[in-house]
């Protein structure tokens, strides 16, 4: 049973970073992919960003080009370089493990784990 523990949010003004830090129990991204989720208030926790354990990155639409995933070589660790925020970026963050759920015409990124960390609160705010 892998533990997470998130940490690096804050208040942090529009146009500003952050830098938001995971730390696994085991070293479990040098095997499955990894992934950094946000949940903002009434809205369901969604998947943001993803790294392959071969270093193939992933984002959704509005973060391309603001954040940056990473792992660390202990693959123990995964990072999420926050630039540029925004509002609409105000969350809490939480990490997990990723494996594929796959259809016949689609496969679709899946936590690994069902518990999760207490995740970190990141605000964005003038």
């Known amino acids: 049973h892998v533990q997470f523990v998130e940490s690096g949010g804050g208040l942090a003004q529009p146009g500003g970073s952050l830098r938001l830090s995971c730390a696994a129990s085991?070293?479990?991204?040098?095997?499955?992919?990894a992934g950094w989720f946000r949940q903002a208030p009434g809205n369901e926790r969604e998947l943001v960003a993803s790294?392959?354990?071969?270093?193939?990155?992933h984002y959704t639409d509005s973060l391309k080009g603001r954040f940056t995933i990473s792992t660390n070589n202990a693959k123990n660790m995964v990072y999420l370089q926050m630039n540029s925020l925004k509002p609409e970026d105000t969350a809490v963050y939480y990490c997990?493990?990723?494996?594929?759920?796959?259809?016949?015409?689609?496969?679709?990124?899946?936590?690994?784990?069902?518990?999760w960390g207490q995740g970190t609160q990141v605000t964005v705010s003038s």
């Open positions: 085991d070293n479990i991204f040098g095997v499955y992919a």
């Open positions: 997990n493990g990723l494996k594929p759920e796959c259809s016949e015409t689609v496969c679709t990124d899946r936590p690994l784990y069902e518990t």
């Open positions: 790294i392959s354990g071969g270093g193939l990155t």
